[in-house]
Protein backbone atom coordinates (compact mmCIF):
# COMPACT_ATOMS: atom_id res chain seq x y z
CA UNK A 1 0.00 0.00 0.00
CA UNK A 2 1.41 4.11 -0.90
CA UNK A 3 0.47 6.39 0.93
CA UNK A 4 -1.64 8.81 -0.28
CA UNK A 5 -0.79 12.81 0.25
CA UNK A 6 -4.16 13.92 -0.89
CA UNK A 7 -4.00 17.10 0.29
CA UNK A 8 -1.34 17.52 -2.37
CA UNK A 9 -3.13 15.52 -5.13
CA UNK A 10 -6.23 17.59 -4.90
CA UNK A 11 -3.98 20.65 -4.36
CA UNK A 12 -1.99 19.50 -7.88
CA UNK A 13 -5.71 19.28 -9.26
CA UNK A 14 -7.06 22.89 -8.90
CA UNK A 15 -3.86 23.32 -10.49
CA UNK A 16 -4.00 21.19 -13.41
CA UNK A 17 -7.24 22.94 -13.79
CA UNK A 18 -5.83 26.43 -14.34
CA UNK A 19 -4.76 24.65 -18.24
CA UNK A 20 -8.14 23.87 -19.31
CA UNK A 21 -9.74 24.83 -22.13
CA UNK A 22 -13.58 25.49 -21.54
CA UNK A 23 -14.70 27.98 -23.11
CA UNK A 24 -18.23 26.45 -23.75
CA UNK A 25 -19.22 25.16 -20.19
CA UNK A 26 -16.67 27.80 -18.23
CA UNK A 27 -16.26 24.76 -16.16
CA UNK A 28 -12.36 24.10 -15.47
CA UNK A 29 -11.35 20.95 -14.41
CA UNK A 30 -8.47 19.18 -13.35
CA UNK A 31 -7.61 15.95 -12.22
CA UNK A 32 -4.56 14.64 -10.54
CA UNK A 33 -3.32 10.94 -10.40
CA UNK A 34 -0.76 9.00 -8.26
CA UNK A 35 1.27 6.72 -10.06
CA UNK A 36 2.28 2.94 -8.38
CA UNK A 37 5.72 4.25 -8.98
CA UNK A 38 4.92 7.77 -7.60
CA UNK A 39 5.12 9.72 -10.00
CA UNK A 40 1.85 11.85 -10.35
CA UNK A 41 0.22 12.56 -13.31
CA UNK A 42 -2.44 15.30 -14.55
CA UNK A 43 -5.09 16.20 -16.99
CA UNK A 44 -7.05 18.91 -17.56
CA UNK A 45 -10.75 19.29 -20.08
CA UNK A 46 -10.01 20.46 -23.51
CA UNK A 47 -13.53 21.84 -25.10
CA UNK A 48 -14.26 22.08 -28.69
CA UNK A 49 -16.36 23.62 -30.87
CA UNK A 50 -18.32 20.53 -32.29
CA UNK A 51 -19.09 20.16 -28.50
CA UNK A 52 -19.54 16.36 -28.30
CA UNK A 53 -16.10 16.46 -29.03
CA UNK A 54 -14.68 17.36 -25.87
CA UNK A 55 -12.17 15.71 -23.67
CA UNK A 56 -11.96 15.21 -19.79
CA UNK A 57 -9.79 16.37 -17.85
CA UNK A 58 -9.37 11.98 -17.15
CA UNK A 59 -8.95 11.67 -20.78
CA UNK A 60 -5.90 14.18 -21.32
CA UNK A 61 -4.83 12.82 -18.10
CA UNK A 62 -4.57 8.77 -18.95
CA UNK A 63 -2.28 9.93 -22.02
CA UNK A 64 -0.05 11.67 -19.68
CA UNK A 65 -0.15 8.51 -17.87
CA UNK A 66 0.70 6.60 -21.22
CA UNK A 67 3.17 9.18 -22.26
CA UNK A 68 5.01 9.60 -19.11
CA UNK A 69 6.31 6.18 -18.45
CA UNK A 70 3.19 3.91 -18.28
CA UNK A 71 2.25 2.40 -15.35
CA UNK A 72 -1.01 2.17 -12.60
CA UNK A 73 -3.46 4.51 -11.15
CA UNK A 74 -3.16 4.34 -7.69
CA UNK A 75 -5.29 7.41 -6.48
CA UNK A 76 -6.99 9.92 -8.41
CA UNK A 77 -8.38 13.83 -7.41
CA UNK A 78 -10.95 15.23 -9.31
CA UNK A 79 -11.26 19.68 -8.92
CA UNK A 80 -12.84 22.79 -10.61
CA UNK A 81 -10.37 25.77 -11.19
CA UNK A 82 -12.00 27.02 -7.84
CA UNK A 83 -11.07 23.55 -6.06
CA UNK A 84 -14.99 22.55 -5.45
CA UNK A 85 -14.82 18.44 -5.67
CA UNK A 86 -15.88 17.07 -8.99
CA UNK A 87 -16.62 13.53 -9.42
CA UNK A 88 -15.64 11.49 -13.20
CA UNK A 89 -18.32 11.15 -15.21
CA UNK A 90 -19.86 7.92 -15.88
CA UNK A 91 -17.23 7.35 -19.26
CA UNK A 92 -14.31 8.46 -17.47
CA UNK A 93 -15.05 5.69 -14.16
CA UNK A 94 -14.59 3.25 -16.89
CA UNK A 95 -11.04 5.18 -18.03
CA UNK A 96 -9.73 5.05 -15.15
CA UNK A 97 -11.26 1.51 -14.17
CA UNK A 98 -8.78 0.46 -16.44
CA UNK A 99 -6.03 2.15 -15.64
CA UNK A 100 -6.33 1.63 -11.99
CA UNK A 101 -8.31 -1.30 -11.32
CA UNK A 102 -11.04 -2.06 -8.56
CA UNK A 103 -8.32 -1.10 -5.85
CA UNK A 104 -7.69 2.70 -7.09
CA UNK A 105 -8.80 5.08 -4.65
CA UNK A 106 -11.13 8.16 -5.81
CA UNK A 107 -11.56 11.21 -3.26
CA UNK A 108 -15.38 11.44 -3.53
CA UNK A 109 -18.11 13.85 -1.38
CA UNK A 110 -18.27 10.22 0.62
CA UNK A 111 -14.48 10.27 1.21
CA UNK A 112 -11.83 8.48 -0.24
CA UNK A 113 -13.38 4.97 -1.82
CA UNK A 114 -12.33 2.34 -4.23
CA UNK A 115 -12.98 2.63 -7.69
CA UNK A 116 -15.20 -0.71 -6.88
CA UNK A 117 -17.95 2.04 -5.12
CA UNK A 118 -17.21 3.70 -7.97
CA UNK A 119 -18.04 2.06 -10.57
CA UNK A 120 -19.70 -1.23 -9.04
CA UNK A 121 -20.17 -4.12 -11.40
CA UNK A 122 -17.50 -2.99 -13.68
CA UNK A 123 -17.28 -4.41 -17.14
CA UNK A 124 -13.36 -4.34 -17.58
CA UNK A 125 -10.35 -6.34 -18.86
CA UNK A 126 -11.33 -9.63 -16.87
CA UNK A 127 -14.56 -9.91 -19.11
CA UNK A 128 -12.72 -10.31 -22.19
CA UNK A 129 -11.93 -13.32 -24.36
CA UNK A 130 -8.01 -14.11 -23.83
N1 LIG B 1 -15.68 17.08 -17.41
C1 LIG B 1 -14.49 16.52 -17.11
O1 LIG B 1 -13.42 17.03 -17.51
N2 LIG B 1 -14.46 15.39 -16.37
C2 LIG B 1 -15.57 14.77 -15.90
O2 LIG B 1 -15.48 13.69 -15.35
C3 LIG B 1 -16.87 15.42 -16.01
C4 LIG B 1 -16.94 16.53 -16.99
C5 LIG B 1 -15.71 18.28 -18.25
C6 LIG B 1 -16.25 18.04 -19.63
C7 LIG B 1 -16.69 19.43 -20.03
O3 LIG B 1 -15.56 20.10 -20.59
C8 LIG B 1 -17.05 20.10 -18.71
O4 LIG B 1 -16.54 19.27 -17.70
C9 LIG B 1 -18.54 20.28 -18.52
O5 LIG B 1 -19.21 19.10 -18.70
Given at each position: MMTVDWEALRASAVQAAKSAYAPYSGLHVGVAGLVDDGRVVLGCNVENASYGLGLCAECTMAGQLRLSGGGRLVAVAC?????????????????????????????????????????????????LPS
Open positions: RSGEGELLMPCGRCRQILFELGGPDCEVDTPRGVLPMSDVLPDAFGPTD
